[in-house]
């Protein structure tokens, strides 16, 4: 079905997951054609994907697994995967003390000046944060070389934190993190290199009292039963970069902000809680992204519909939801970005297949493998 061509970047299964033998991918079901296989990561768990003004597409591996060979890629046209920048940057093995490697990238954009932004919250095998803390890395696209780097000290990126996701507003000042470890908010000052925690503990980023259905199966610990709380996870901004928006991926609430409170620092904790606004129900979501004319709206804010094996569009005219795409290929889908073309990527993690929350079965199906939905398409 798919070349493997990347079998010798392949990882081992998740030690907090469980191990296991994955299942073999079976032909999918058409759906009209509308999703097309960019890459085939064999048995490598892919969750970031950015895509440049000129087409370059970058995905990254979080560091769930032992032996991984990658943290960053750049996967060029024919499919091939190739480190970025380099392979230095991906050698980073547990005692490593090398501010310039990555430990474990959870998220890969591409930010409005151009350069390609690398967000490691430096907790390998979701085990805490190691000593050197938590990063956001940035990179010139063209050089392929370091332009940047912010490091969060331990009171922004706590031991139990996990950075998950990030977006820029669009003049380059600022950075907005999500924490879905503890579940916060972080406001980065690109310019001054300071940083903030903000809405800890506030309900808006914290997972909500509910057990999502994911592949037809409720998602729980085998062992306890219990669902796993993760907390604030997917983001995105409007496109004049006045208002953010998150969501906590174990909830169904979405909540906004205006960015030009946090980008106070001055202001207090029950300021900025008192700011927040409850948008109401959509769905358990892992990735979320903006618009487009073609994909809900320029104002709409897409999400991973991660009980529907879909990707839907939230209108902030009327609130309501509406499907993009609904297909069974997409297994968890995780993060959204959209091409110059309007094109939209998606990488599908499984996270819901892992043993851990199957009695001690593996149901990953390999490849694992980065979706694109071609513009033009009837949604």
Known sequence: MFPSRFAFLCAAALPWLGAGTALEAEPAPSAGERLHAVADFADRQATGVTVSSDGRVFVCFPRWSPNLAMSVGEVYPD????PFPNERWN????GTDDPNRFVCVQSVVVAPDGRLFALDPASPFMEGVVERGARLFGFNLDERVPDGAYGFPDDIAPKNSYLNDVRFDPGMTHAYITDSGTGALVVLDLESGESRRVLAQHSSTQAE???????GRPFVVSETGETPKIHADGIAISEDGETLFFHALTAYHLYAIPTAKLKDFSLSEDE???????????HVTDGMHRGTAALGGADAILHTALEKDAITAWSPGTGAMSTVLQDPRLIWPDTLAVGPDGSLFITAAQIHNAPRFN???NRRIHPYV???LAPGEEF
């Open 79 to 82: 499919g091939t995967l190739q």
């Open 91 to 94: 050698e980073w093995e547990p």
């Open 209 to 215: 009292d509910v057990t999502p259905v994911i592949g």
């Open 272 to 282: 900025l809680a008192a700011a927040v606004r409850d948008l109401g129900e959509t």
């Open 359 to 361: 009695e001690g079965e």
């Open 370 to 372: 980065l979706w694109r």
